[in-house]
């Protein structure tokens, strides 16, 4: 599948922000990435991070990366027809 030219090479796009809030951290990684400094902000103090730690790009940040991208780039919706 060859995809037509969105943007020029170099061209940026802002897709907003997103907060990782402790509840929805904690639930995601209960699903998907159970380690200690993702479920429990005491223990997740002890560690390099020193609280509460989101899951890693492949999962958590991507999602939303991916969800930001199809809520504010209008081409993302009709890529499938």
Do not use: W, Y
Request: charged content about 20%.
């Amino acid at each position: 599948m060859k995809l037509p030219p969105f943007f020029d090479t170099g061209h940026a796009v802002t897709l907003g922000e997103h907060q990782f809030e402790p509840d929805e951290i904690i639930s995601f990684a209960r699903k998907f990435d159970p380690q200690p400094f993702h479920l429990d902000a005491e223990l997740a103090r002890k560690p390099a991070f020193g609280a509460l730690c989101a899951s890693g790009c492949i999962r958590h940040l991507c999602g939303c990366a991916s969800n930001a991208t199809i809520q504010r780039l209008p081409f993302a919706t009709g890529l499938g027809q």
